[in-house]
């Protein structure tokens, strides 16, 4: 028989107001001493200042690293300056916690979630993306020990970001076809229920659609618990099988080539229109449902030139060699893409 580990976070603290408790599940988790917090130069001041101020209060010595990409050399950088820290904590957008998931890992430390906004479902899987000179990698890191994900912050961050988390998870419609795809084509590992965890992720958002709004805590709530619930579904499948298809190999090629990039929740939701079309599957549902969220639906509202669109088409294929989809090891034509992008009104 097959051994298998399924690692997930231990504690999930959402609400509003709960960053103010992050000293004290630090304590109960019996962590003590030097804690060592990883923000962004804007998100320290949108939490970064409050989780140290928290974690003060219960007498821990507190470090914070501020970072700006999520490449390998600041991982490296990260992982050094961990020496000595009892807990890592990850408070900022998803460059931030991917940084420190890795981080973490390799100094041997348990690290918190702290999201500041609900735009992927990396907030609580043991998966990090992190960027090199070709575009980016998907690596294995560890599940968070905690998942402090604090309602009233992320309902006042800007509606666009809520919208984009949508995208991430809505996409996972398509990550599981090109998966159910890989298991017939190549009898890939498949994993009945992660993937059903990975689908009801999508449809609690999709269910959600019209009472998905600006500035409601409501809102938040819903669309991190689907994202959480998505990044368990990775958990289960020890992989990003589950929520991460074509669609997301055409956002990370959209990050290589576009010289001003979407968000990566904007652009997998963009992408998983025209996945949906190539799988022969109902794609207008998926654009109605991210425009019913406000979240964009082409070029356009992406900001990105059409030809970019095109050009991302024709080299997904290549990104992520090892994940087979529906764009198959040739990908696309030229013609092909174009006439795709076309046919779902993306360009
Ligand atoms: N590991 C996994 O399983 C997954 C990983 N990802 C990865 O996550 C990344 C995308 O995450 P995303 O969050 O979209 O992008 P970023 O982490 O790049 O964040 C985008 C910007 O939003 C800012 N920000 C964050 N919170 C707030 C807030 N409350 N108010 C105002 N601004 C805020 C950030 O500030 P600051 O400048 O301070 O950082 C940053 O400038 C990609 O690299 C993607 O590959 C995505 C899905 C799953
Ligand atoms: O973004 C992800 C899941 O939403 C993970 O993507 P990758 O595994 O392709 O990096
Ligand atoms: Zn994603």
Sequence with gaps: MRQKKIELPREIHTGPGVIKKVGDICKNLRFKGKATIVTGPKTIKIAGKKVAESLKDKNFDVNIIKVKKATKDVVEKVKNKLEGTSIALGVGGGKVIDVVKMASKYANVHFISVPTAATHDGIASPRASIKNDKGSVSLPA?????????????????????????????SNYTAVLDWKLAHRLLYERYSESSAALSLMSAKMVIKSADSIKKGLEESARIVVKALISSGIA??????????????????????????????????????????????GKDWKFIRDTLKKINAPTNAYELGIDPEYIIEALTMAHKIRKERYTILGDRGLTRAAAKRLAEVTGVI
């Design 142 to 170: 560890h599940a968070p020990i905690a998942v402090i994900a604090d309602t009233d912050i992320i309902r006042k961050a800007p509606y666009r970001f809520l919208a984009a988390g949508c995208g991430d998870v809505i």
């Design 234 to 279: 990775m958990s289960i499948a020890g992989s990003s099988r589950p929520a991460s298809g074509s669609e997301h190999k055409f956002s990370h090629a959209l990050d290589i080539v576009a010289p001003k990039p979407a968000l990566h929740g904007e652009q997998c939701g963009v992408g998983t229109i025209m996945m949906m079309y190539l799988h």
